[in-house]
């Protein structure tokens, strides 16, 4: 029979996910939550196994949300670090921060779930005209293990006037 490889730790690879869909249309002013109505899941996957980490130092980092090019693809999910903070979008020049509310949010047992988000601008001004979400790991990584951040599918954000 044959023997499950294990992965060294430095070998292993994490990614984060979101662990539900974005509820569409988005507007500036209003609460991005998921399409089940409820606030937006992220959770840690061993990437080799396929399972989620419920436990261990990488099960309870903080992670920030944040908001990305429309465009941005990554190397068939395989981007890395830099390629991901250079596609994080800023808001424009005398505007309010892109994303008000708590960007911020900590995993218990590798599961977290966002507080309260809101768009303060559109997507209108961007290249693509869309924005994605992103979680990530500051520093992408956590006692040396990569952490690769999570990217939720591509969405236009519209003005409330609109709405």
Known sequence: PCAKQIHPSSSRSLQLLFTNRLSLP???GSRIEG???????????????????FSGPES????????????????????????????????????????????????NGGIGTSGDLVFT?????TRSRKFRLGARVD??????????????EAFVVKDHRGE
């Open 26 to 28: 988005v507007f500036t």
């Open 121 to 125: 601008d559109n997507s209108s001004w």
């Open 35 to 53: 399409e089940d109505g409820l606030s937006l899941g992220v959770s840690l996957m061993d990437t080799f196994t396929g399972q989620l980490i």
């Open 139 to 152: 520093s992408g990584h956590v006692d040396g293990v990569r952490i690769q951040e999570a990217m939720s």
């Open 60 to 107: 309870s980092v903080k992670v920030e949300i944040v908001v990305l090019e429309g465009d941005f693809e990554g190397n068939e999910e395989n981007w890395t670090h830099d390629q991901f903070k250079a596609n994080i979008v800023r808001e424009r020049d005398g505007r309010r921060q892109l994303l008000g509310g708590c960007v911020f949010l900590d995993l």
